[in-house]
T-cell receptor
Framework: GENVEQHPSTLSVQEGDSAVIKCTYS??????FPWYKQELGKRPQLIID?????GEKKDQRIAVTLNKTAKHFSLHITETQPEDSAVYFC???????????FGRGTSLIVHP | DGGITQSPKYLFRKEGQNVTLSCEQN?????MYWYRQDPGQGLRLIYY???????QKGDIAEGYSVSREKKESFPLTVTSAQKNPTAFYLCASSYPGGGQPQHFGDGTRLSIL
């Protein structure tokens, strides 16, 4: 089955800095890669996703890049703000299954 | 925002007791899922269902049971066989097929008395 590794487990940045979270996956058939943000005590919410036919996708301060050859994808947050503080999860879904495999999460802390 | 509702928000279980967590969605999604979340463990899949009256075990199904009698509802029972039930439980739903984002409920926090 699919295996997703996510790094780092904790990321601390100053407000205004950029943050990058990386995930690697094992199944070359995976073709859908969503990112979820979970604020403390709340539900995970989709913030951006990318499909295997695209290399990069942007939405304001958030971007995701995908390298299919190396089987890794990354979340980039620019001009971080304190409200970006949360746990971020990556996931990968194989083309043969609709069940996503999640990474273990990254706790992002943005210091004012 | 509505969409997927979990109840109760907090639940306490006595030893030897079965407890049931509710999950209801009005998104017309065919697929529904239950995850267990422990600190540093990410989201681990307990059970999932693609369609009414059908469900499959996930990675950590032991000690849990589910039913899917209605499209809108996917309750999870934590049985007395689950010896370490203390966790945050999340229900999710999605359209069927690969490449679909999941919509999550607000979760239920289960603790042992």
């Amino acid at each position: 089955g699919e295996n997703v590794e996510q790094h780092p487990s904790t990321l601390s940045v100053q407000e205004g800095d950029s943050a990058v979270i990386k995930c690697t996956y094992s199944d070359s058939a995976s073709n859908y890669f969503p990112w979820y943000k979970q604020e403390l005590g709340k539900r995970p919410q989709l913030i951006i996703d990318i499909r295997s036919n695209v290399g990069e996708k942007k939405d304001q301060r958030i971007a995701v890049t995908l390298n299919k050859t190396a089987k890794h994808f990354s979340l980039h947050i620019t001009e971080t703000q304190p409200e970006d503080s949360a746990v971020y999860f990556c996931a990968a879904t194989s083309g043969g299954s609709y069940i996503p495999t999640f990474g273990r999460g990254t706790s992002l802390i943005v210091h004012p | 925002d509505g969409g997927i509702t979990q109840s109760p928000k907090y639940l306490f279980r006595k030893e030897g007791q079965n407890v049931t967590l509710s999950c209801e969605q009005n998104l017309n999604h065919d697929a529904m899922y239950w995850y267990r979340q422990d600190p540093g463990q990410g989201l681990r899949l307990i059970y999932y269902s693609q369609i009414v009256n059908d469900f499959q075990k996930g990675d950590i199904a032991e000690g849990y049971s589910v039913s899917r009698e209605k499209k809108e509802s996917f309750p999870l029972t934590v049985t007395s066989a689950q010896k370490n039930p203390t966790a945050f439980y999340l229900c999710a739903s999605s359209y069927p097929g690969g490449g679909q984002p999941q919509h999550f409920g607000d979760g239920t926090r289960l603790s042992i008395l």
